[in-house]
């Protein structure tokens, strides 16, 4: 069974652009969340989705946005590029949004210049 | 306060000693722990998940809940150079029902 997809592995952007991240889940899985992981605040939480409604949302500004298709696929947006956006971006996808084990993918890493 | 704090470390242990690793919620009524080991530049896995007060052992590994106390702890039995990696400490937050994670402590197994 093939584990949770991220695409691209790695990405280089100059502020002021726009970023667009994917991620699919394991298969049969409907939840997806996203998370930013930096070494100074650790792994904080994006946004989740769920059957293409997004369930919950972090304290992030409104620049970062996401997205869900039918077929679980997710993506998250990143607009108007800041250097503090450079950090490692995971995706985890769970079976349905009351079960709580994540599995996660092997992330983006952003760096923003 | 954070929400869920950990000890950054590194903690360093002995190859075959016990590995003690704490972390402390301020969300009373959270229901549900998990804890998740990263190793370096790799992704988070789960390792443990634990819902009701007491013990939970899986392998080497045993998960300690203490609601009460808003704490819970990971024990690693034997310890390996292999279990070198950061540990990291997830609560189900009431409010939000977001999963929420701390800083993470890091382990070092010295042979």
């Known amino acids: 069974k093939a584990g949770v997809t991220q695409t691209p592995r790695y990405l280089i952007k100059t502020r002021g652009q726009q970023v667009t991240l994917s991620c699919s889940p394991i298969?049969?899985?409907?939840?997806v969340s996203w998370y930013q992981q930096t070494p100074g605040q650790g792994l904080q939480f994006l946004f989740e989705?769920?059957?293409?409604?997004?369930?919950n949302k972090g304290n992030f500004p409104g620049r970062f946005s996401g997205r869900q298709f039918s077929n679980s696929r997710s993506e998250m947006n990143v607009s108007t590029l800041e250097l503090g956006d450079s950090a490692l971006y995971l995706c985890a996808s769970s079976r349905d949004s009351a079960n709580e084990k994540l599995f996660f993918g092997s992330g983006t890493q952003l760096s923003v210049l | 306060q954070k929400e869920v704090e950990q000890n950054s470390g590194p903690l360093s242990v002995p190859e075959g000693a016990i590995a003690s690793l704490n972390c402390t919620y301020s969300d009373r009524v959270s229901q549900s722990f998990f804890w998740y080991r990263q190793y370096s530049g790799k992704s988070p896995e789960l390792i443990m998940s634990i819902y009701s007060n007491g013990d939970k052992e899986d392998g080497r590994f045993t998960a300690q809940l203490n609601k009460a106390s808003q704490y819970v702890s990971l024990l690693i039995r034997d310890s390996q150079p292999s279990d070198s990696a950061t540990y990291l400490c997830?609560?189900?937050?009431?409010?939000?029902?977001?999963?929420?994670f701390g800083g993470g402590t890091r382990v070092l197994v010295k042979p």
């Open positions: 298969s049969g899985h409907r939840s």
């Open positions: 997830a609560v189900r937050i009431a409010a939000g029902n977001k999963l929420t």
């Open positions: 989705y769920f059957s293409e409604t997004q369930r």
